[in-house]
């Protein structure tokens, strides 16, 4: 039988603001065993007069250490993410339980190209997993494409440039505004955008796709009539935008 993990105190160590409303937290958290690159945890906060409300947040960060990193996207009508977002500072505590997860997950040792496609705040699981790709030389063919609203709603743009490089590609898709000189018009995911900005099916990739809901869908459907085998396709999804 397996355990649960065990809720541990975590410790706000930064907050820095991420995309146009959100925010990349660092957590101190004495104990954690380390985790793999895709993986997540729980959040649970707890008020004053007892009310608990708990989350579940993917990490940023991977590997051994005892500092995690988490990119929270602000719900509007949300118990938990609006107080991470506006309200918390270095040196509040929090819970946190985990690593948890072993299907959406991506190590070093896969070889096989790897196509990573986020949706928004989707992005978290799959920069961890660029950044073990970078750390660790890995020279699998890796190729992300990150759909946002807009440039300023982008998490981690400045680093996704800077990992870029001979073995990982960025491409962007904007959904409401574009910058100046991009070349595809605003607008959602489509199958010819996928087919154009993705690997193709003859290279077998591994294909990680992490966003809202009805992204998530979208995009595994496009990716099965590409003709992408559904098992090589792993999806995470979230229910807020």
């Not at 992300?144 to 990992?163: G, H, I, Q, T, W």
């Not at 979208?218 to 792993?234: C, K, Q």
Request: proline share 7%.
């Amino acid at each position: 039988m397996t355990t649960a993990p065990l809720w541990r105190v975590a410790s706000v160590v930064s907050a820095r603001a991420a995309g146009s409303h959100g925010r990349v937290i660092e957590l101190q958290v004495e104990g954690w065993p380390g985790n793999i690159a895709g993986q997540h945890v729980d959040v649970r906060l707890t008020a004053e007069d007892g009310y608990q409300a708990v989350r579940s947040y993917s990490l940023a960060s991977s590997g051994p250490g005892e500092i995690l990193e988490l990119a929270v996207d602000e719900v509007d009508d949300g118990e938990v993410s609006p107080y991470l977002v506006e309200d918390v500072r270095p040196g509040d505590q929090m819970e946190i339980r985990g690593p948890i997860g072993g299907y959406f997950v991506w190590t070093p040792e896969q070889t096989e190209p790897v196509q990573l496609i986020a949706g928004g705040s989707g992005i978290v699981p799959l920069i961890a997993m660029a950044r073990v790709h970078a750390a660790t030389g890995s020279v699998a063919p890796m190729r992300m494409l990150y759909s946002v609203r807009s440039a300023v709603d982008a998490f981690y743009a400045d680093e996704l440039v800077r990992l870029s490089g001979p073995h990982l590609t960025i491409d962007w898709a904007y959904t409401r505004s574009i910058p100046a000189g991009f070349a595809r018009p605003a607008g959602r995911l489509d199958a010819a955008t996928i087919a154009s900005a993705t690997l193709p099916p003859t290279r077998e990739p591994s294909v990680y796709v992490c966003g809202p809901t009805g992204f998530v869908e979208a995009v595994a459907d496009f990716l099965v009539a590409e003709g992408h085998s559904p098992d090589r396709i792993r999806t995470e999804r979230f229910g807020g935008t």
